[in-house]
């Protein structure tokens, strides 16, 4: 299958070279977030290593799966991992997990914790966005505004009460915080422009 054609030998751009292409697409992106000083993530040593050692396994097995053509690397039959990998997202993750821990974590687990948009959405906020939410903590009432209507989860008052601003790979800066806000103590900004003011 191609995303052009029913016939992928006809084109380049098949299901394995655009998800090949995202990879490396992605792990540049993370290489350059470590070196460049203003994009360098606020991450403790021990989960930046448990990253590191997760993300070059599944390189590594995605190049010794693409360029030996076979189902198997690392002694895994990806064939068997995909199905078991469907299975446990698509049935029990989404699902029962998705829709049965609302009582317990919240609304939108799925979407904070298994929805891979959010994640992206949400790196892209922490490293690369313009756009922030600033806080203002001295005229915080703790009305938990804020905290109620965050569809990410975020508990944004602690965030507003404390002065700091809202710098979180969880959070998407869909600025809904700063509009329930009943003093103005949350900003949506574009730099140090605030987004309201254009309105």
């Not at 799966?65 to 989404?94: D, E, K, M, P, V």
């Amino acid at each position: 299958y191609s995303f052009f054609h029913n016939n992928p030998s006809g084109y380049w751009l098949n299901k394995t070279g655009f998800l090949l292409i995202l990879s490396v697409i992605i792990l540049v992106l993370v290489l350059l977030s470590w070196f460049i000083k203003p994009f360098k993530q606020k991450l403790d040593t021990k989960a930046l290593r448990i990253f590191t050692l997760i993300m070059g396994l599944a390189w590594v097995a995605v190049l010794i799966n693409y360029f030996t053509g076979s189902g198997n690397a690392l002694f895994i039959n990806f064939y068997t991992l995909r199905s078991w990998y469907g299975f446990l997202i698509g049935a029990a993750f989404s699902g029962v997990i998705g829709v049965g821990f609302y009582p317990l974590m919240g609304s939108r687990v799925w979407c904070r914790f298994g929805c891979p948009m959010a994640a992206i959405l949400g790196v892209q906020q922490k490293l690369f966005s313009r756009f922030r939410i600033t806080t203002n903590g001295g005229q915080c009432i703790s009305c938990g505004n804020c905290s109620t209507y965050c569809e990410m989860g975020i508990d944004v008052r602690a965030y507003a009460q404390k002065g700091q601003n809202i710098v979180r790979a969880s959070c998407v800066g869909c600025g809904i915080c700063a509009a329930v806000c009943p003093r103005g103590v949350l900003r949506l900004e574009n730099g140090s422009k605030d987004i309201f003011d254009r309105v």
